[in-house]
């Protein structure tokens, strides 16, 4: 600013108004001798000050204090505030507070100005300063999702509770050994950066509730949601940080609903399916019964010749077969009468494998059972659940081709009040596309006359009337499970076997 005339009583009030403020106020020159000084400075010192070193008059040293603001203010050209213990204007050890300034004449530092400050004052901003840090301190760690903020090198800056917990990494370890790349796969970090110097993801600086991979410290992936900005200091950037927290319960669950979504679709198309076949079936078992009734009336009834005998034999037997399918279709559709009595499954099964085991088909499959031998009863109609295990079974040893292994294991699931059965095989596995039909009426992988493809739409009918459940898992080439789950009897919801 161009120096303005003041007249001299200008002057005089300024010097009036320097000497009234209650404050030390001293000018020195750039070799720290006093040039002037204000009244309350001049206090304590009836003998004058001006002309004396600075550091000789106050702290009564031989050269100018380590912590010095004026040599400060000399370096930089610029003002300086230091808050530090120090000897005060009267000579005494105290925390002080002061403020160095210069006076600039041309391009020289012709002095400097001292002045001290009110420290309680003061005090109470850095107080105030230092509980607001404490707070925002608190609130980070105490933050629900991780927080991590790093410099531009990587160097871990913040890093809160719910980070480490994520993360595997304690806070220490996180602020002193690692670096961000750390905490993301390799290349992660990069990304990161890169996503956030670009627009896309929520405009210039700033990434917003992005997927990405995390890394545990055990080397685990985790999924993340991450939002995260560039943090400009002056237009520098200084800092990145990122607000992330773990999806994995969100996956999870959000999986169980898809599972959930596709059970509800199939159980609706297996029961608008079974509608179709019970009407089908009914509309078949008039005209069926009546072709076997007129066919055997006419064998019975007439001479015959035997060629024409044998040809109504064959009508007969193929009547006959037609009317199993329909019966089979029954089945699915749940319209058959049951013989509902206390069950014990590992018994079922037992016989059920008796009868199989020593067909030819299973000279080469291993067969291995491990069934509970505390298994409740179910309440169930013994010779429905034979066909259901039959079934499955005999599918079993088709995907073998021959050999293998086929394990059957029954057990008791206290938390679901059900009997558990699985029935594995070490097959062809069944494809993925082909996985969600098997339980259809008429569904079959099998060349023309090996299979009708209704022997699961039975089991499913059969299970489903028993008021279980079933379903597959499968791998191709690896081989097939079954899960079939049945309620238990009254009384026997406890578990364990009765009498
Ligand atoms: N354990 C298994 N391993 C591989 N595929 C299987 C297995 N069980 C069933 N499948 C598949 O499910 C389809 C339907 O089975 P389902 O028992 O209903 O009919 P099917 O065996 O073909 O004929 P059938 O009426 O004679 O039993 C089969 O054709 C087969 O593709
Ligand atoms: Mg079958």
């Not at 303005?4 to 010097?15: A, D």
């Not at 009036?16 to 001293?26: E, K, Q, V």
């Not at 007439?302 to 029954?330: G, S, T, W």
């Amino acid at each position: 600013m161009p120096k303005r005339f003041r007249s001299e009583l200008e002057k005089n009030f300024l010097i009036d108004a320097i000497d009234a403020f209650n404050r030390r106020l001293l000018i020195i020159s750039p070799d720290h001798k006093i040039l002037a000084a204000n009244n309350t400075a001049m206090e304590g010192h009836p003998e004058g000050i001006i002309g004396k070193s600075c550091y000789e008059v106050i702290p009564g040293c031989s050269s100018p204090c380590p912590n010095c603001p004026a040599s400060e203010v000399l370096k930089t050209g610029k003002a300086s505030l230091r808050y530090d213990q120090c000897f005060n204007f009267s000579g005494t050890m105290d925390m002080l507070c002061l403020y160095s300034y210069p006076v600039w004449r041309g391009d020289n530092v012709d002095a400097l100005v001292m002045l001290d400050f009110d420290l309680p004052a003061l005090k109470n901003i850095e107080e105030r300063r230092i509980r607001s840090n404490a707070f925002l301190r608190n609130l980070i760690h105490s933050a629900v999702d991780g927080v991590i903020a790093s410099d531009p090198t990587g160097k871990i800056l913040i890093f809160n509770e719910a980070a480490a917990q994520v993360s595997g990494f304690s806070v220490e370890e996180a602020l002193n050994d690692i670096t961000i790349r750390d905490v993301y796969p390799e290349g992660g970090a990069h990304e990161v950066m890169k996503m956030l110097l670009s627009e896309e993801y929520g405009g210039k600086g700033k990434l917003i509730s992005y997927h990405i991979d995390a890394k545990h410290k055990s080397g685990a992936i985790i999924p993340i949601s991450l939002n995260a900005s560039i943090v400009y200091e002056n237009g520098k950037k200084v800092a990145t940080i990122g607000f992330f927290h773990d999806r994995r319960e969100e996956i999870r669950m959000q999986k169980a609903l898809e599972k959930t979504q596709i059970q509800l679709l199939q159980a609706e198309k297996m029961a608008s399916l079974g509608k179709m076949a019970a009407g089908v079936a009914h509309q078949l078992n008039n005209p069926l019964s009546g072709i076997i009734l007129f066919t055997k009336l006419v064998m019975e009834e007439y001479d015959l010749p035997k060629d024409a005998l044998q040809d109504l034999e064959r009508v007969l037997d193929d009547a006959n077969r037609a009317k199993d399918i329909v019966k089979e279709l029954l089945e699915f559709a749940r319209q058959t009468s049951h013989d509902m009595k206390p069950q014990d499954i590992n018994d079922i099964i037992s016989r059920t494998v008796f009868l199989l085991e020593n067909q030819s088909i299973f000279h080469n499959i291993k067969i291995e059972k491990n069934l509970d031998p505390n298994l409740p009863q179910i309440k169930g109609d013994a010779q429905q659940l034979n066909h259901v295990f039959m079934n499955t079974i005999l599918n079993a040893a088709d995907a073998l081709e021959g050999s293998g292994k086929l394990a059957l294991k029954t057990c008791f699931s206290p938390e679901t009040g059900r009997v558990c059965i699985e029935i594995s095989d070490t097959g062809t596995g069944i494809p993925a596309d082909v996985l969600p039909h098997i339980f259809e009426p008429f569904y079959t992988t099998k060349d023309q006359g090996k299979g009708t493809g209704l022997g699961l739409s039975m089991v499913y009918g059969i299970v489903e009337s028993h008021g279980g459940s079933v379903r597959a898992e499968s791998e191709l080439g690896k081989g097939t499970t079954f899960y079939i789950e049945l309620p238990v009897a009254e009384g026997q919801e406890g578990g364990g076997k009765i009498g």
